[in-house]
């Protein structure tokens, strides 16, 4: 919807149903979006970003494609550490120099890597089972 649009002097008027403006007919426009499996792991790890948000909304990363609680946490505590996606290429950057995961459950070492948001090109490690990892991280929260 285009609220309060005037168009400049010599360019054509906007019609609802219409682009570009003065144009006879809408154009089809198709938004292709890259695979996302989240499954189980990526379900939890969207919850656990959820619960997080509940005691400290400030810390979430956010986006459009992932949801909005689907690009993790800068979140660490003694059970648990996620990270969201970087890109800041600083030197002393852990997550972009590929020293942590975006999630490691310290106990276990069960880890998981995503690529922007959870669910893209993401990959588990580890033996343990995801609900008791993430039932452990969920008591951490003491929420």
Same mark, same amino acid.
């Given at each position: 919807?285009?609220?309060? +649009? ?7 008027? %906007? ?7 003065? =144009? ?8 292709? &979006? ?7 792991? =990526? !379900?939890? %790890?969207?919850?656990? *970003? ?11 990363? $956010?986006?459009? %494609? =992932?949801?909005?609680?689907? +690009?993790?946490?800068? /979140?660490?505590?003694? *059970?648990? @550490?996620?990270?969201? !996606? ?16 975006? /999630?490691? $459950?310290?106990?276990?070492? /069960?880890?998981? !890597?995503? +690529?922007? +948001?959870? =669910?893209?090109? @993401? ?14 991280? /969920?008591?951490? &929260?003491?929420?």
């Amino acid at each position: 919807m285009v609220m309060n +649009y005037k168009p400049a002097p010599g360019e054509p008027e %906007l019609r609802p149903g219409t682009w570009p403006p003065g =144009g006879d007919e809408m154009m089809d426009i198709e938004v292709i &979006l890259p695979e996302q499996k989240t499954g189980l792991i =990526g !379900e939890l %790890l969207v919850e656990l *970003t959820r619960r997080i948000a509940e005691t400290a909304p400030d810390i979430i990363a $956010h986006g459009l %494609l =992932g949801g909005e609680f689907g +690009y993790g946490a800068n /979140f660490e505590n003694e *059970t648990f @550490m996620m990270r969201p !996606e970087c890109w800041c290429d600083a030197e002393d950057c852990p997550r972009c120099a590929g020293e942590v995961p975006n /999630f490691l $459950h310290k106990t276990t070492g /069960f880890e998981v !890597e995503w +690529y922007k +948001y959870i =669910g893209r090109s @993401m990959k588990a490690t580890g033996d343990a089972e995801p609900i008791d990892v993430f039932n452990d991280c /969920f008591a951490s &929260l003491r929420i």
